[in-house]
């Protein structure tokens, strides 16, 4: 049963919104069968569904596909059809709620037509002219106009008026709705991109008032600092330092302007019109340079993907050997260079002190030998037995000790047996010493098994290294033209990480040595003010200023680090709960760059070689971590969750997602292919397994078919034809 | 080794301008061979070196930092500085005098972070240092 506070979508309703002509509505099931499907074609409107939601709450469509950009938003039938000179409306409307209180959200777009503009193009076509407005893209010759409401019912029968933007921000703050909304892209991605997990991250640890402060310090400081300028030609060479560094640092001009590299393009798959340059320094380029591998590197897992579906066996069987090199041998082996260097070097470490200290030891060894032979310890002895003779007033030998110089000296020796207490530790350090003398040959030992360990570990990383090539060199010279021209992208795009790789090594050596500029440059600045007595107060304020952003970094930092930490967690929890293959993993993790991996039993990072069902497992479970923290209990709506996912894994992933938020509504915009189709299993094509929507059918609430009429330009919403008796399957876990 | 002996023993410091170099080395993601140690086996690598290369300095005055309290130190480590300490001063009552020990042991220390802090300036350190630190051992085990 729903947890009282958690919303589902009741209805949704579209009306000459984009592929949506006249009014079309969307009555969702809300109740313990919480998945709504909505299956529909690719350009049928799926994902404007998901804009839709996005644009009625925040005005905006950021999953807009390639066919939708360019097009006006309202309905062109609508508009075609509609007079001049008269007035067209779009609306979307959106109920949502529980069973305590209901919401409904209006956004409308009321245009005025007059004469649509239209052009003659190059072949002779009549094409519309465009124009971009705050309410989206409209033909030149209509004028929108918008105005949206927040309603709020106990009842769902009489409404009140909210404040919109505050009651949409407490329903769902923009910055969080990326992790409400989905589509199979940013899913797919959201293991590369650390950009979107720094933001989630960021966005809910609820710092924008700190964020705000820190700037607004950081920007009071450049002021202060200039102020300086001009009293000293040794402070403005510092400030000009500091300033030449940042600059480099943020690979930006004096003017603040961001500064690129116009040699460099910005490479990408698809070229979507836009040139775009690397930075020219700093942690821009570092940032540019990252993403750029992680792209390339995402590219080499679907070539990969490529050659192990091809139907040759022995292309098959290379590729196979080539993955478990990669993925298991070398790793393990790199992993068990790591650990026998660390160990070999805390050993180093351990050993040196005492064997640069050998002839203290042996002298110490000695002496306390010494001492022991001449009964001066242990002293706790001399005392008992000095104490004894003065009890008997007699010597072992006879002599009298009743009085007299004898007693007194038996006295003396047991005050100083007393004060040497002590020294009785050293008996003990004694022993100690004499066995760290003894393990020299034994410690020596094992730093010869070690060093053999390493060439033999170097030895073997050799090898399949070397496996490694002749597998390349027999995939190139495959009589298959396509598998030997994918080999020979992949080389290249091998060859592409290698050189990014060390790029971004000397950047990152660049970077460290600008820093130490800048902190030289400031130490020195800092000096110099402190030194100047004219810019006495200018210095007190500069350092009050430092202090607080001192103060408030650490806090962002902290609480950042609280936050990452604790998204881990749950990220991690939510992950081995959903994942088929609890005994291959063994932890996730969010480092501190915010890069999501999982970590293999075998100990390497297993994280690019998961397959599509499990990365979205994944990413899934980085949802739920997001949305555990943030507290909104917001339904999830995902485009294409299982678009490049199939075989088992699209099985398995069937077989887990019911159990994924079992709280909250789930909307699912798919195709036929993801959603309706018996899934194929590589290993055995012939042999035809449940489709998705057999596995989940009894979660299923509602099923709505999408279908697009191109003639008509208008998109219609029906019920799908539910699955009958024989053809729904009980599949137990 | 007795718990009560080790009672009183005071924080070990080291020069504080060379606070910063200690913590480079110690970085997890230092290149030095004590990446992820601690500064006390620096302070105790450094203060063997300092003894063998026979480099006793004592910190400038005022620039003593301690801040390595007892608990950073194991036992054994300890005990290293007290058998330096009996090879120099040639007796065994001279452990007993924690202060001293700790003194003789920082001076020797911050003799031989010099020697260590050549070592990082010639590169020496850089690409192999297990290489490096196992040649110097040798020579003195074989």
Redesign the interface.
């Known amino acids: 049963m729903k947890e009282p506070n958690e919303l589902a979508v009741i209805s949704l309703e579209l009306n000459n919104y984009r592929q949506f002509y006249g009014e079309n509505k969307i009555d969702f099931a809300t109740k313990e069968k919480r998945f709504n499907i909505i299956q529909g074609e690719n350009g049928e409107g799926k994902s404007n569904i998901l804009n839709a939601f996005h644009y009625c709450l925040y005005l905006t469509e950021p999953h807009l596909k390639s066919d939708s950009q360019g097009m006006p938003i309202m309905n062109t039938r609508t508009l075609k059809e509609a007079k001049e000179n008269s007035f067209v409306e779009m609306s979307i409307v959106l109920t949502l709620g529980n069973d305590d209180i209901k919401y409904k959200i209006s956004r409308m777009v009321r245009a005025y037509k007059t004469k649509i503009q239209e052009t003659i193009d190059a072949k002779g076509n009549k094409k519309i002219e465009l124009q971009n407005t705050p309410f989206g893209v409209f033909p030149v010759g209509v004028t929108p106009n918008g105005s949206e409401s927040f309603k709020v019912s106990k009842t769902g029968k009489t409404w009140d008026d909210r404040y919109f933007s505050y009651g949409v921000s407490m329903m769902l703050p923009k910055e969080l709705s990326p992790f409400y909304f989905l589509d199979g892209e940013f899913l797919e991605s959201l293991h590369k991109t650390f950009d979107t997990v720094k933001t989630g991250i960021e966005q809910i640890s609820e710092l924008t008032l700190v964020f705000s402060a820190i700037k607004h310090l950081n920007s009071l400081l450049t002021t202060l600092r200039k102020q300086a300028k001009g009293s000293d030609t040794n402070i403005d060479d510092q400030l000009k330092r500091m300033e030449a560094a940042d600059n480099w640092l943020q690979s930006r001009d004096n003017e603040g302007n961001s500064l690129v590299n116009e040699n460099e393009l910005i490479f990408k798959e698809k070229y979507d019109g836009k040139d775009e340059y690397h930075p020219r320094s700093g942690y821009p380029r570092l940032k540019s340079k990252e993403n750029e591998r992680i792209m390339h590197k995402a590219k080499l897992d679907e070539i990969d993907n490529q050659l192990i579906k091809k139907n040759a066996a022995l292309i098959k069987e290379l590729q196979k050997q080539r993955m478990e090199l990669e993925n298991k041998t070398i790793p393990e082996l790199e992993n068990t260079k790591l650990r026998l260097?660390?160990e070999?070097?805390?050993l180093?470490?351990d050993?040196?002190?005492?064997?640069?200290?050998?002839?203290?030891?042996e002298?110490?060894i000695n002496?306390?030998g010494e001492?022991i032979e001449k009964g001066r310890l242990p002293s706790k002895i001399t005392d008992i037995f000095t104490q004894e003779l003065l009890d008997k007033n007699e010597c072992i030998c006879g002599t009298d000790l009743s009085k007299g110089q004898s007693r007194e000296r038996i006295i003396q020796m047991q005050k100083t047996a007393k004060l040497s207490k002590?020294?009785?530790?050293?008996l003990?350090?004694q022993y100690?010493?004499k066995n760290w003398l003894k393990q020299?040959s034994n410690d020596?030992g094992r730093?010869d098994t070690y060093?053999r360990d390493l060439i033999k570990t170097e030895k073997d990383l050799g090898e399949s290294q070397r496996k490694l090539k002749d597998i390349s060199i027999k995939l190139k010279g495959s009589d298959d033209e396509d598998i030997a021209q994918l080999e020979k992208i992949r080389e290249a795009r091998e060859k592409w990480i290698d050189e990014l790789s060390e790029e971004i090594g000397s950047i990152r050596k660049r970077i460290e040595e600008y820093e130490n500029i800048k902190k030289a440059a400031k130490a020195e600045y800092d000096r110099l003010l402190k030194a100047n007595k004219k810019l006495e107060q200018l210095g007190v304020k500069q350092i009050l200023c430092e202090n607080a952003l001192q103060s408030l970094t650490s806090v962002k930092d902290r609480v950042l680090e609280k936050m990452r930490t604790t998204v881990e967690e749950k990220t991690k929890h939510y992950f081995f709960n959903l994942i088929w293959k609890k005994d291959t993993y063994t932890d996730v993790q969010i480092n501190d760059n915010y890069v999501i991996s999982v970590k293999h039993k075998h100990g390497y990072d297993a994280t690019n070689n998961l397959s599509a069902g499990e990365k979205l497992l994944l990413a899934l479970s980085f949802i739920a971590a997001i949305r555990d923290i943030t507290g909104f209990k917001f339904p999830l709506i995902v485009d294409t969750p299982l678009g490049k996912i199939s075989g088992l894994p699209k099985m398995s992933v069937a077989k887990e997602i019911p159990t994924y938020l079992p709280e909250t509504q789930l909307v699912l915009l798919v195709t036929d292919t993801e959603y309706a189709s018996p899934i194929v299993n590589g290993e055995e094509p012939t042999n035809l397994l449940p489709s998705f929507r057999e596995i989940i059918n009894s979660y299923v609430g509602k099923e709505f078919l999408l279908n697009y009429n191109e003639k008509e330009v208008h998109a219609t919403i029906t019920k799908m034809k539910p699955l009958s008796e024989s053809e729904v399957l009980q599949h137990v876990k | 080794m007795s718990s009560s002996f080790e009672f009183g023993f005071p924080d070990v410091g080291f020069d504080k301008d060379d606070q910063e170099f200690y913590e480079s080395l110690v970085k997890s993601d230092s290149p030095s061979p004590f990446r992820g140690m601690t500064r006390a086996d620096v302070f105790i690598y450094a203060m063997a070196v300092g003894f063998k290369e026979n480099l006793r300095r004592p910190i400038p005055k005022g620039n003593r930092t301690p801040n390595m309290p007892p608990e950073a130190f194991k036992p054994e480590m300890r005990w290293l500085m007290r058998a330096l300490v009996i090879m120099v001063e040639k007796n065994l009552e001279g452990i007993i005098e924690h202060r001293k020990v700790v003194s003789i042991a920082e001076e020797y220390a911050n003799g031989g972070i010099s020697l260590v802090k050549e070592y990082v300036k010639s590169g020496s350190l850089d690409e192999d240092p297990e290489a490096f630190l196992e040649t110097n051992l040798r020579k003195l085990l074989a």
Not at chain 1, 351 to 361: E, I, S
């Open positions: 260097r660390k070999k070097l805390k180093l470490i050993f040196a002190p005492r064997v640069y200290l050998k002839n203290c030891l002298y110490s002496l306390i001492n002590q020294l009785d530790s050293a003990e350090a100690d010493f020299f020596s730093l060093r």
